[in-house]
């Protein structure tokens, strides 16, 4: 049997910033950046935010000094773990790992960045804890895999997110091999994640993946204090890999560990929206563009989808079509088409367009089906096949790698085009930029205190939910 606690928590315990690959130090720094500006923009924007910090204070957790993205307020470590997680997966902007099918950056960086503050750890500490996070988290969603995990209803990010939480806080606490392993065996007890937001378009897929954040946190403080978790937590009869799929593949956790590196194969997304609809969101836009495409030439619309994209995205039809909410639309293959084809972009400011009549008279035409050839493609390429009926011709755009995905990289320009497109309007864009340039140099910081502080805004009037 692999001994895949044992292994994975040596593997967190010996991490280095300075034994990581230059391009692995480069990626993890425009990672952090990535989900910065998601936790900023959740913090405003996202209409489950008032009642969640309106709780975070009833249960005592904003009394501390711990900060917030795009909060003056200060928080307990633990409410800064739950608040920055929670909104860094608000927008459903944030990054993802298709082969995991998962999200690892907003469990994992937030419960970092708390054990940082903490402890006033270094900011290259930091940086190899959240590379250790994200290669547990996804790690494990492989070894499930992440597919059948899916089919049992459970939401791997927040799963699988809980380990790797409580892999960054560990390692930022400087806790040993054995101390890792208790971390896991009590993260154990704590992992969860539901589906089921899906049924009415819940705010528990934001909270859940927060929550990760702040269980990998508390993991790691009680192993730091010496509580003892539950052995072989991972692998063991009973442990994680066994009771959440039905097949697990323990071994591949641990399949050239330190040498390939998971981090690298996640995606970061241009579209604020499920990852299964991207490939077809860049199709539409292609194609808008090569034929001066207008709405109201469009006849019919057929969404190509791999088979769990359509489990998410694409069915049941009469609910994709008619999106009522945020969630709803984030979820709706139709919706982020539609936005496309008619408007020729699709940003978070989409959203404002749910109830457009012109956009929902489209969204009816599209109809989101498996097909063969992108299936096939999956889990290699996060592929999307749209085949649009105009003019009385049919037009056909495949596309393999969706923009943003490792093979097609945003380019540091871009990924700082994203950033202040989401904290510009938060922030201010001169104190953004102060705040994008921190995060990037985040390898030369003493500690993180600076950085965090210069993503409070100037003016607390600014603040939503408040």
Request: net charge negative; with cysteine.
């Amino acid at each position: 049997m692999a001994a895949v606690t044992r292994e994975l928590a040596a593997f967190t315990a010996a991490i280095r910033y300075e034994s990581l690959p230059a391009e692995v130090q480069e990626r993890t720094r425009f990672l952090v950046l990535d989900l910065v500006g998601n936790m900023l923009r959740g913090r405003h924007d996202a209409e489950s935010t008032a009642p969640l910090l309106a709780a975070v204070r009833a249960l005592g957790l904003a009394a501390g000094s711990a900060a917030a993205f795009g909060d003056s307020a200060r928080y307990t470590p633990a409410g800064a773990a739950l608040v920055n997680g929670t909104t860094a997966h608000s927008l459903d902007f944030d990054d993802t790992h298709a082969a995991g099918t998962l999200h690892p950056g907003a469990p994992v960086i937030p419960a970092a960045l708390a054990a940082a503050e903490m402890v006033g750890a270094d900011g290259r500490t930091v940086l190899a804890a959240i590379v250790a996070g994200y290669e547990v988290t996804c790690r494990l969603a492989l070894s499930l895999p992440g597919g059948d995990h899916y089919e049992r209803g459970y939401h791997p990010t927040a799963t699988c997110g809980a380990f790797g939480g409580a892999a960054a806080a560990a390692r930022v606490f400087g806790l040993s091999a054995e101390q890792v392993e208790s971390a896991f065996g009590i993260a154990l007890s704590q992992a969860a994640g539901s589906l089921q937001f899906l049924a009415n378009g819940a705010w528990t897929k934001r909270f859940q993946v927060g929550w990760s954040a702040l269980n990998g946190l508390t993991a790691a403080c009680l192993a730091r204090e010496g509580f003892r978790g539950a052995g072989e937590a991972l692998e063991g009869r009973a442990g994680f890999l066994r009771a959440y799929a039905p097949n697990p593949k323990p071994e591949r956790a641990l399949q050239d560990l330190g040498k390939v590196w998971e981090l690298m194969e996640t995606a970061v997304k241009p579209y604020p929206s499920c990852r299964y609809g991207h490939a077809n969101v860049d199709a539409a836009l292609a194609l808008r563009a090569e034929l001066g495409l207008k709405a109201e030439e469009i006849e019919a619309v057929t969404m190509g989808l791999p088979n769990k994209g359509m489990l998410l995205v694409g069915t049941p039809i009469q609910y994709k079509q008619n999106p009522q909410n945020i969630v709803d639309g984030q979820f709706s293959g139709p919706f982020v088409v539609a936005c496309a084809l008619a408007r020729g972009h699709f940003g978070w400011d989409s959203y404002a367009w749910l109830q457009d009549a012109d956009i929902r008279a489209l969204m009816r035409k599209i109809t989101p089906v498996e097909d063969a050839e992108v299936e096939a493609d999956f889990p290699t390429y996060m592929s999307g096949k749209l085949t649009v009926q105009a003019r009385g011709q049919t037009f056909v755009k495949k596309i393999n790698v969706p923009k943003g995905e490792p093979a097609n990289f945003l380019t540091e320009a871009e990924l700082r085009a994203k950033f202040h497109g989401l904290a510009d309007a938060v922030l201010g864009a001169e104190r953004a930029k102060q705040l994008a340039d921190a995060v990037l140099n985040l390898d030369k910081a003493a500690d993180v205190h600076a950085m965090m502080r210069l993503g409070a805004p100037m003016m607390a009037a600014r603040l939503a939910g408040e």
